[in-house]
Each structure stands twice: as structure tokens, then as C-alpha cells.
């Protein structure tokens, strides 16, 4: 079975600083992705950025990108120029890429962000 | 286009009771799968349905049920409620099942009372 551990369960930043959120994960499989959601107070889960393990590169969006140690079973998340509307929650999810269970995100306990102004 | 819908948003049912949630996903979306968000558990898996099958079922009990109809959409069932049913119920679609593109929707309230 797969793990995900958030470490931080609250954080805050000032608006236009920068932010990591930190995520271990652990597992025996070599082919799986990672995601980082963002859940607002409305509610729904919004993907942030995704991660292929197989790719060695990280992953970028815009002001968002991750830190990805597969070794050290490592996935943060670097926030740049926070904006108030980043106040969130931030979930770190894991997926196996095929096989038994390979359709269900196993979720972290999350990490509740403030951006103040 | 349109996102995946959840209905009713908020719903207070009484424990014994059952209830019926809905979830219609995006247009083309062949896969739906239901995640039970509490304070103290987080999100669970709780099933995962693709062209009317269930390829996959979380830990929980038989009253937590599900099925999809011919057009994608689902529902969710959950008989005799229990006070620790009360949760945050969320739907997400994708295209089939690809692990790249999970479209969640806004959830659906349930309070158990």
C-alpha cells in the first residue's frame, strides 16, 4: 500500500514571497505519478501540477513548480509570488500508473496555506 | 465545457436513514470516482467506476454502494447512516481513468444527524 505524508499542517507566507510545501511519499513502485490539488473554500479540488515518476525533469506551471526526489521519495511544492488567492489547501496525491489499484489517488492530511497580505 | 456537477451540494439526513448521491462528469469523461473527505480521516477511496463497471473499491464497508449509467453518470448510495457517515463527498471524472486527468467536482455536504 502506498503512503503519503504532509509534514506541515499549517503554514503561512507574505503575499508576493515564497512558499515550499513538503511531501513524502512511500512505495514499492517504479511507475506512478504525483499530484499537488489545491482545495479552496468552495470546495472543489483543483489540480495544481502533476508529476510523471519517469520523468527526471520537474514539473513547472506558471508560479508553481516541484522539487522531485524519486530516491528520496521527496515531492515538494514551490510556490513563487504568492497571491491571496493561493489561500488553500494543498493536497499531495498519489497514483500507480497501471495494474491493481492504479485508479485510486491515495491523498496526504494536507497542509492548510494562508497568503497574508 | 461544462465541469463534473455534484447533486444535491448540502443534504442532512437522519442516522438509520438512506441516502442518494449523484455525480455527473464532464462530457466524454468515461470514468468516475467517489472520495469521502472527513477532519480526521482525509480523503478515501471509495470506489471507482468506468463504462458502467467497478474497477476498483476502497475500504469500507457494504452500505457504501455506487453505480454508473450508460451516459457516465453516477450515484453513490449509502444505507442506514451512521453519525460517522457525516463527510464532504466528492466525484472526479476522467477521460479513462489515465492517471493525468482527474477533474474533480465542488462535493456534496452530507451531514448525519
Known amino acids: 500500500a502506498q503512503t503519503v505524508t504532509q509534514s506541515q499542517p499549517e503554514m503561512s507566507v507574505q503575499e508576493a514571497e515564497t512558499v515550499t510545501l513538503s511531501c513524502t511519499y512511500d512505495t514499492s513502485e517504479n511507475n506512478y505519478y504525483l499530484f499537488w490539488y489545491k482545495q479552496p473554500p468552495s470546495r472543489q479540488m483543483i489540480l495544481v501540477i502533476r508529476?510523471?515518476?519517469?520523468?527526471?525533469q520537474n514539473a513547472t506551471e506558471n508560479r508553481f513548480s516541484v522539487n522531485f526526489q524519486k530516491a528520496a521519495k521527496s515531492f515538494s511544492l514551490k510556490i513563487s509570488d504568492s497571491q491571496l488567492g493561493d489561500t488553500a489547501m494543498y493536497f499531495c496525491?498519489?497514483?500507480?500508473?497501471?495494474?491493481?489499484?492504479?485508479?485510486?489517488?491515495?491523498f496526504g492530511k494536507g497542509t492548510k496555506l494562508s497568503v497574508i497580505p | 465545457k461544462a465541469g463534473v456537477t455534484q447533486t444535491p451540494r448540502y443534504l442532512i439526513k437522519t442516522r438509520g436513514q438512506q441516502v442518494t448521491l449523484s455525480c455527473s462528469p464532464i462530457?466524454?469523461?468515461?470514468?468516475v470516482s467517489w472520495y469521502q473527505q472527513t477532519p480526521g480521516q482525509g480523503l478515501q477511496f471509495l470506489f471507482e467506476y468506468f463504462s458502467e463497471t467497478q474497477r476498483n473499491k476502497g475500504n469500507f464497508p457494504g452500505r457504501f454502494s455506487g453505480r454508473q449509467f450508460s451516459n457516465s453518470r453516477s450515484e453513490m448510495n449509502v444505507s442506514t447512516l451512521e453519525l460517522g457517515d457525516s463527510a464532504l463527498y466528492l466525484c472526479?471524472?476522467?477521460?479513462?481513468?489515465?492517471?493525468?486527468?482527474?477533474?474533480f467536482g465542488s462535493g456534496t455536504r452530507l451531514t448525519v444527524v
Open positions: 508529476q510523471e515518476a519517469y520523468k527526471q
Open positions: 472526479a471524472s476522467s477521460l479513462s481513468g489515465v492517471p493525468y486527468g482527474y477533474t
Open positions: 496525491a498519489f497514483i500507480k500508473a497501471s495494474g491493481a489499484g492504479s485508479y485510486q489517488l491515495t
Open positions: 462530457s466524454g469523461h468515461r470514468s
